[in-house]
């Protein structure tokens, strides 16, 4: 009998919640507006965050042009984060954690579907890891054992992705063909995804050692 695969989306939504409960930089986040899918590659990335409304939470902006809605049991998502195969394949749990980190960090204040303008990459540079990784490490002293064990998992996990992803903000009176104005369960599946987490070193020269006494 194959080894039932655990649903990777609910450790997320737990770590997250998790997350806005123990550290108060991050007392704005609500996970129920938040969807994490699985996606493809892009170049070193392990995972990106994408607003999906414009300033003040509106689908529109001044200049007519439309974000797709995306929305989960009727409720408006605002924000989705796509993890990358880096992040599945040769990741730590420490590392799996400050990448979901790094993404909760570049959202706003506000929690209205945009990004936090003072904490782009452009804008801090080298500066946006150093003010991240303290908040990591005190976390992690936070952090329940049974979250940690999960996000060291090695093995494969089921995971939301895109059957159709969203696109770009358009016009609607200047696009020529049909544009899906609301994604909802419909466009999203429970797909496998294979965590390759690497031993800790000390366990493994244990382990080498043991081999050899044997």
Not at 27 to 35: D, E, P, S, T, Y
Not at 52 to 68: E, H, M, T, V, W
Request: with cysteine.
């Amino acid at each position: 009998m194959a080894p039932r695969r655990p649903n990777f989306n609910r450790t997320l939504r737990s770590l997250i919640r998790d997350i806005a409960a123990r550290m108060p930089e991050f007392n704005h986040v609500k996970v129920g507006r938040i969807l994490v899918v699985a996606g493809e590659a892009r170049r070193a990335s392990r995972g990106t965050v994408k607003p999906l409304c414009f300033k003040g939470g509106k689908s529109i902006d001044k200049a007519g042009r439309r974000k797709p809605e995306v929305r989960i049991r009727g409720r408006r998502i605002l924000y989705c984060i796509t993890l990358r195969p880096l992040f599945f394949r040769g990741s730590t749990a420490k590392a799996r954690l400050e990448t979901l980190m790094h993404e909760l960090f570049h959202i706003s204040l506000r929690f209205d579907g945009t990004l936090h303008a003072g904490r782009r990459h452009a804008k801090l540079g080298t500066e946006f890891g150093r003010r991240l990784r303290p908040l990591v490490r005190r976390y992690l002293k936070l952090c329940p054992e049974a979250l940690l064990a999960d996000l060291a998992h090695s093995g494969e996990v089921r995971v939301l992705q895109w059957l159709e992803r969203p696109g770009p903000a358009y016009h609607p009176r200047a696009s020529h063909r049909r544009v899906r104005k609301v994604y909802t369960e419909d466009q999203l599946y429970s797909g496998v995804a294979r965590m390759v987490t690497p031993r800790p070193r000390v366990a493994r020269e244990a382990h080498v050692r043991d081999d050899k006494v044997h």
